[in-house]
């Protein structure tokens, strides 16, 4: 079975570039003033409910970013496997020390910018890791490394929230190290995943798989309508680039300096694909409005800039 807990550190390393290592309420989620101005592991980064604003998971609950840094104010759970939708994000995790709420917390969603959630499956049973989920579509697939009795190891997925899953069989997927699972915004049957072998195309639920793009380290990947951006480590340089799913447009999108840090987390916006925010596994923290011409720097090593 491929090994999966931690792996994008995994990846790194071995570049040499790494050192060390409810139910929903109407109300909108309350961000306040930031308070801990220094967050520390980052577990995700997105477009809740379509932005504006940005919206970071750390192992200390919710940070949001419009015009400016706010912190959550309740709900500050460890959320792992963060993914933002059109509606709210799918979540899973670990409850936020002396919450009532069992630990792990299963698959989670919110569509109050954290408020609130509810509890869709394996509420106190599992903790994933490695789930994508299509922003549009809702549907989820996880990588579960913790089998019980309802859920195997393995790829599984789900088209109706939780209620029901599928195992994928994952033929033709070649790789010991995977980084993450990105899914198409809209076509549920689609998803793309990062390894140390390259990207692995699906458009059959995950049953199988055929090798996309060029085989590179890829410590990060995600999708947009025609194609998506993803991260490399080549010859201990980071790459940004962004390609469309005919395979014939790969384009390399400009960092911020030559010395950033390799890429962990990648999210454009829903609205406009010019927009774009990448995190470094060291917590820098970037954002363009034009596809890299210039970049604003939002976070220092976890230091909170604007």
């Not at 990105?182 to 458009?203: C, N, R, T, W, Y």
């Given at each position: 079975m491929m090994k999966k807990r931690g792996l994008v550190f995994a990846l790194l390393?071995?570049?040499?570039?790494?050192?060390?290592?409810?139910?929903?309420?109407?109300?909108?989620?309350?961000?306040?003033?930031?308070?801990?101005?220094?967050?520390?592991?980052?577990?995700?980064l997105g477009y809740v409910s379509g932005g504006p604003g940005i919206?970071?998971?750390?192992?200390?609950?919710?940070?949001?970013?419009?015009?400016?840094?706010?912190?959550?104010?309740?709900?500050?759970?460890?959320?792992?496997?963060?993914?933002?939708t059109r509606e709210g994000f799918f979540s899973s995790g670990h409850p936020a020390p002396g919450s009532d709420y069992k630990n792990p917390l299963g698959l989670v969603k919110s569509n109050n910018k954290g408020a609130s959630f509810d509890q869709l499956a394996f509420y106190g049973e599992i903790d994933f890791h490695?789930?994508?989920?299509?922003?549009?579509?809702?549907?989820?697939y996880v990588l579960n490394e913790m089998p019980i009795n309802e859920m195997s190891a393995g790829l599984h997925y789900s088209l109706d929230e939780g209620e029901a899953w599928e195992k994928s069989a994952m033929s033709g997927f070649d790789s010991e190290f995977i980084s993450n699972i990105a899914v198409h915004p809209k076509q549920e049957e689609m998803l793309v995943i990062g390894s140390e072998q390259g990207m692995f195309l699906s458009k059959d639920y995950g049953n199988t798989f055929e090798p996309?793009?060029?085989e590179i380290m890829v410590p990060y990947v995600t999708l947009t309508n025609d194609g998506?951006?993803?991260s490399s480590v080549v010859d201990e340089k980071v790459q940004?680039?962004?390609?469309?799913?005919?395979?014939?447009?790969?384009?390399?999108?400009?960092?911020?300096?030559?010395?950033?840090d390799p890429i962990v987390y990648i999210a454009s916006n829903p609205d406009d694909e010019k927009e774009l925010v990448f995190a470094t596994h060291t917590n820098d923290l970037y954002l363009t409005s034009d596809k890299g011409s210039e970049w604003i720097k939002l976070a220092d090593k976890g230091e909170l800039l604007k």
């Amino acid at each position: 079975m491929m090994k999966k807990r931690g792996l994008v550190f995994a990846l790194l390393a071995a570049t040499g570039m790494i050192a060390g290592c409810g139910n929903q309420e109407e109300e909108e989620y309350s961000f306040q003033e930031v308070k801990n101005q220094k967050f520390e592991h980052m577990h995700g980064l997105g477009y809740v409910s379509g932005g504006p604003g940005i919206v970071i998971a750390t192992h200390d609950g919710l940070y949001s970013y419009e015009e400016g840094w706010k912190e959550a104010v309740s709900e500050k759970h460890d959320y792992m496997g963060f993914q933002a939708t059109r509606e709210g994000f799918f979540s899973s995790g670990h409850p936020a020390p002396g919450s009532d709420y069992k630990n792990p917390l299963g698959l989670v969603k919110s569509n109050n910018k954290g408020a609130s959630f509810d509890q869709l499956a394996f509420y106190g049973e599992i903790d994933f890791h490695y789930l994508g989920a299509g922003y549009e579509s809702n549907a989820i697939y996880v990588l579960n490394e913790m089998p019980i009795n309802e859920m195997s190891a393995g790829l599984h997925y789900s088209l109706d929230e939780g209620e029901a899953w599928e195992k994928s069989a994952m033929s033709g997927f070649d790789s010991e190290f995977i980084s993450n699972i990105a899914v198409h915004p809209k076509q549920e049957e689609m998803l793309v995943i990062g390894s140390e072998q390259g990207m692995f195309l699906s458009k059959d639920y995950g049953n199988t798989f055929e090798p996309f793009g060029e085989e590179i380290m890829v410590p990060y990947v995600t999708l947009t309508n025609d194609g998506g951006y993803y991260s490399s480590v080549v010859d201990e340089k980071v790459q940004l680039k962004s390609f469309s799913f005919t395979g014939d447009q790969v384009i390399d999108i400009p960092l911020p300096n030559e010395n950033v840090d390799p890429i962990v987390y990648i999210a454009s916006n829903p609205d406009d694909e010019k927009e774009l925010v990448f995190a470094t596994h060291t917590n820098d923290l970037y954002l363009t409005s034009d596809k890299g011409s210039e970049w604003i720097k939002l976070a220092d090593k976890g230091e909170l800039l604007k």
